[in-house]
């Protein structure tokens, strides 16, 4: 299995920026596709975006498409997503989690993530 730590959350202003870094170790990292989803207050926990093993094929919700960026550095195991142009309706905790099977339509859906981190808070202010 593969262990998973996110950290860079905090308090951002509207329009400002985040990095969020999500450290693996544990089996390798490469053999994952990695996703970040999101869960706010009161809501469901959503998809935010998706890459796949090699980082050449990526996917991001509607709602941060063209604000956030996934990416990934296999020979450092740590999994990126960059955050621009903040709302406060970005407010949430962020986690990253290791998908289960192979790429596909399944990589938007949380129940096909069997590993988890912790998640780390991101608090967006006017």
């Known amino acids: 299995q593969v262990r998973l730590v996110e950290s860079g959350g905090g308090l951002a202003q509207v329009g400002g920026s985040l990095r969020l870094s999500c450290a693996a170790s544990?089996?390798?990292?490469?053999?994952?596709?990695m996703g970040w989803f999101r869960q706010a207050p009161g809501k469901e926990r959503e998809f935010v975006a998706a890459?796949?093993?090699?980082?050449?094929?990526?996917i991001h919700a509607d709602s941060v498409k063209g604000r956030f960026t996934i990416s990934r550095d296999n020979a450092k195991n740590t999994l990126y997503l960059r955050m621009g142009s903040l709302e406060p309706e970005d407010t949430a905790v962020y986690y990253c989690a290791a998908h289960g099977t192979g790429w596909g339509p399944s990589v938007v859906s949380s129940d096909e993530y069997p590993y988890w981190g912790q998640g780390t808070q991101v608090t967006v202010s006017l």
């Open positions: 890459i796949n093993l090699r980082g050449d094929n990526r």
């Open positions: 544990g089996r390798a990292f490469s053999s994952y596709a």
